[in-house]
C-alpha cells in the first residue's frame, strides 16, 4: 500500500535536496517519488545525499507538468507554510498521515511539496483537497525540504503500522474520484456558469476559487460527481443555454 503514496517535489532548485527527500522516504519504507520539472535532473550530489536511496532516485518519474504527477490520485495533500488569501481545508500532521493511509488502500495519493523559497503557488494549492502545516517553532520555523519530506513520511508510517494492527477488511473500490476527473468536473462547471451568465468569462477567478474550496472541502465522492454532471449537462441542454 505505501507504494500508492506519491511524494512529488515541485520545481526542485538543488539536487541535494532530491537525494535527502529519497532519503527520508526511504527511511519511512516510501519508494514513489515524483519530480515536477526540476530545475536540474538528479547528478551525482543527489546520489551521495541519498546515503543508500540511490534506488529510489533511478525509479523517480519526472515530468513537465503537476496534471502528469496527479493523474490517477483520488487524494491530494500539499503542504502549506502559511496560511493564504483563500482558506483551505487543514490538516494536522498526524491527520495528514491517516488519511492517505486510507485513501492509499484504493488508489494513490499524492504528498505535494513545493519549491525550496516559495513553495506551491495558490494555483497548485487549489489542486489540492487538503493543505498540511507542520505545526514548528513559530520563532525559528525554518525546515528545509528534506524536513518536511521526513516529518510527512513519518506520519505516513506510523498511520500505516496503526492500520496493520487494526487489520479491517478494506474495499477493492475507491468512492472517491480521481484528480483528473475533479478537475474536468471544475472545467464543466465553469464552462456551464459562463453559459448562463453566472459568471463573467472575463474574470471568473474569484467566484471559481470559491466553488473549488466548497468542493473539496465536501470531499466528493464518484458517484456524487457524477450526479453533478449529469444536473450540469442538463442544463447544458436546456434550449436557453449556449453549447460548446
Known amino acids: 500500500m505505501l507504494h500508492n503514496i506519491r511524494v512529488v517535489l515541485v520545481e526542485t532548485s538543488h539536487t541535494g535536496n532530491i537525494g535527502s527527500a529519497a532519503r527520508a522516504m526511504k527511511t519511512m519504507g516510501l519508494s514513489n517519488l515524483y519530480l515536477v520539472n526540476p530545475l536540474t535532473r538528479p547528478d551525482s550530489q543527489a546520489i551521495a545525499l541519498s546515503a543508500g536511496a540511490s534506488d529510489i532516485i533511478a525509479n523517480a518519474t519526472i515530468v513537465d507538468s503537476l496534471d502528469e504527477a496527479l493523474a490517477g490520485c483520488s487524494l491530494v495533500v500539499g503542504t502549506s507554510a502559511r496560511s493564504r488569501t483563500l482558506p483551505w481545508p487543514m ?20 504528498l505535494l511539496f513545493g519549491r525550496e523559497r516559495v513553495g506551491l503557488t ?103 460527481l457524477h450526479i453533478l454532471r449529469g444536473i450540469l449537462t442538463s442544463i447544458q441542454h436546456m434550449p436557453t443555454v449556449k453549447k460548446d
Open 122 to 224: 495558490n494555483e497548485e494549492l487549489q489542486r489540492c483537497h487538503y493543505h498540511v502545516m507542520i505545526p514548528a517553532n513559530p520563532e525559528y520555523s525554518s525546515l528545509n525540504l528534506a524536513m518536511a519530506v521526513q516529518i510527512l513520511a513519518y506520519e505516513v508510517r506510523i498511520a500505516f503500522l496503526d492500520r496493520q494492527k487494526i487489520a479491517e477488511p478494506v474495499s477493492e473500490d475507491s468512492p472517491y474520484p480521481l484528480a483528473e476527473e475533479l478537475e474536468r468536473f471544475f472545467q464543466h462547471l465553469e464552462h456551464v456558469l459562463m453559459s448562463t451568465g453566472f459568471i463573467r468569462q472575463a474574470s471568473p477567478g474569484q467566484v471559481m476559487n470559491k466553488l473549488r474550496r466548497l468542493f473539496v472541502r465536501a470531499r466528493l465522492e464518484t458517484q456524487e
Open 91 to 110: 490538516l494536522e500532521p498526524r491527520e495528514c498521515g491517516a488519511k492517505c493511509v486510507e485513501a492509499g488502500e484504493h488508489e494513490p495519493v499524492a
